[in-house]
């Protein structure tokens, strides 16, 4: 097995959503805010090459999306997945598998595209089957009004009409090692539901990719909850159970949206789980 960062396209986002109700004058010492109170955000996507599999964990933006749409979101620096997957000597074509964490459009969007005439949409990984779980596509398809705005339609149907979509078979356990992708998938509820959190064994150690559950490393202390979760209080005991465990087994915590850091360490202090170390992925691997 070979490990991969894709970079699929840095964003900004409302630093005040980002951290719910932590003030500012504390956020901003991990995330400074520009003068418009944004803040830097990545979509960092993780490749697995697993023998004749390729499977990509989140897909980014995308780029279908209206002028307008993206003039919210801010986009910045040259990251595109394409550039990143051709950097690695991989193209779309070769994806095998598409897992996805959840079905916000910040990190499902890339999975679907324009046709050639622009006339609909089409899977932008043709050769791959995109894998979520039954209850969230049914929690996505049918959205509660806090969430529509996050769920798109441009990227749900074309999925299940194209026979591509397939759903990871959960049972009634909060963790479960997949037959299907062969890593772990721990189940949290607290942003939205049944979103899915990849443990990946690796050149001994347990690389956790973060999605929304930890989204950067200002927010690993318990309060430092996102404003767009759906449930923050449930959110704060599966961080508590999550940074348990991470400081009991080791595990790394790799982040889709730090923009500026990539992989860290927890330690135990007396304020409670904190940052060890960082590192970057290159250092580490």
Not at 26 to 47: E, Q, V
Not at 77 to 95: C, P, Q, R, W, Y
Not at 101 to 122: A, M, P
Request: proline share 4%.
């Amino acid at each position: 097995m070979t490990l991969y960062t894709v970079e699929t396209g840095n964003f900004k986002l409302d630093g005040g959503a980002m951290f719910g109700v932590v003030p500012k004058t504390i956020w901003n010492k991990t995330n400074p805010a520009d003068n418009n109170n944004l803040i830097d955000i990545a979509a960092r996507s993780l490749l697995i090459e697993d023998g004749n599999r390729l499977i990509l964990i989140d897909t980014g933006l995308g780029n279908k999306q209206s002028d307008k749409f993206f003039s919210y979101y801010h986009r910045w620096g040259n990251h595109t997945i394409e550039n990143s997957l051709a950097n690695l000597g991989f193209s779309k074509d070769d994806i095998t598998d598409v897992f996805l964490t959840h079905l916000h459009f910040d990190h499902s969007g890339g999975c679907i595209q324009w046709n050639k005439d622009r006339t609909g949409y089409e899977p932008a990984f043709k050769n791959a089957k995109f894998w979520t779980n039954e209850e969230h596509w049914l929690w996505a398809t049918k959205p509660n009004a806090r969430e529509k705005a996050s769920f798109l339609k441009e990227n749900l149907v074309p999925m299940q009409e194209s026979g591509q979509l397939c759903f990871i078979e959960r049972g009634n356990s909060t963790f479960i090692k997949t037959s299907e992708l062969g890593f772990g998938i721990r189940f949290v509820d607290g942003h939205t539901d049944k979103q899915m959190l990849p443990y990946i064994d690796y050149k001994g150690k347990t690389l956790v990719f973060m999605a929304d559950l930890i989204p950067t490393v200002g927010h690993i202390p318990l309060p430092y909850v996102m404003g767009y979760d759906t449930r923050p209080l449930l959110t704060l005991d599966e961080k508590n159970n999550f940074l348990n465990s991470a400081i009991k087994d080791n595990l790394l915590l790799f982040f889709e949206h730090d923009a500026h850091n990539q992989i860290c360490s927890i330690k135990e202090t007396e304020k409670g789980a904190r940052v060890d170390n960082i590192f970057s992925f290159d250092e580490l691997f």
